[in-house]
């Protein structure tokens, strides 16, 4: 037995983070969600940026929320992977469409000694997203695999759970691209992935990523983060 499956994890050891920016038609249900699943037990951050309700309703629901400037996805999530001090962090999106009931089978496989476990919204068919974004997640996983030489099926899921260890050990430059870097750079260091199904649901409230200057971004990312890992 390995000293990654001594561990044995619990929910005492686990942080759910995400960025947020005007949810609060979502927080609240995302917030219970994370309580009931983990009895209350995992801590929730959430950093937030929005001129609407969402930080309030984030604190009632017992969220530690760090307030920022809007900037962008990545930087909101990257301050949020990075604050916690608990060994395993999840990243979910703060609209409701993760399923906070898997997050027991997130922290089984890292107990099984992974270092990042990855939720596949494609697996199932994600029909709740929109046709164009599910072709663009497509291929923007096919781009990836094809530049690191290694098969991933979803690069641009917001739900994944890490060892915090790993989060430390790697700097993360990207912003709208993050969701792709944080999975591109630990499987191209030869740390250990898996990818697990999950179901995708309809978001609540309004998207706030354009799908063609978004999609340029974290296609742009990609190309840059695999060069800049075959370079080291």
Not at 17 to 34: F, K, L, P, T
Not at 157 to 179: C, F, H, K, P
């Amino acid at each position: 037995m390995s000293s990654h499956e001594a561990e044995a994890f619990t929910f005492d050891d686990l942080a759910v983070v995400m960025g947020s920016y005007n949810e609060e038609d979502a927080i609240a249900a995302v917030c219970r969600d994370i309580n009931d699943v983990t009895d209350g037990k995992a801590e929730i951050v959430c950093v937030d940026g929005s001129s609407d309700r969402t930080p309030e309703i984030a604190r009632e629901h017992g969220a530690t929320v760090i307030e920022q400037e809007p900037q962008g996805y990545g930087i909101a999530v990257k301050e949020a992977v990075e604050t916690p001090e608990r060994p395993v962090v999840v990243t979910t999106d703060c609209d409701d469409t993760y399923p906070m009931a898997r997050l027991p089978d997130f922290l089984e496989k890292i107990n099984e000694g992974y270092d990042v476990v990855s939720g596949d919204r494609l697996y199932y068919g994600a029909d709740a997203m929109p046709a164009f974004n599910r072709f663009g997640n497509e291929a923007f996983a096919l781009l990836a695999s094809t530049l690191m030489g290694k098969r991933v099926h979803d690069t641009t899921t917001g739900m994944r759970a890490y060892r915090r260890d790993v989060i430390q050990q790697i700097e993360w430059t990207e912003n709208t691209g993050l969701s792709a870097e944080l999975l591109m750079r630990p499987l191209m260091r030869d740390y250990r992935i898996y990818e697990l199904p999950i179901e995708y649901h309809e978001r609540a409230g309004e998207t706030k990523l354009d799908p063609l200057s978004g999609g340029a971004a974290i296609a742009k990312s990609i190309v840059k983060v695999a060069a800049e890992e075959h370079l080291r």
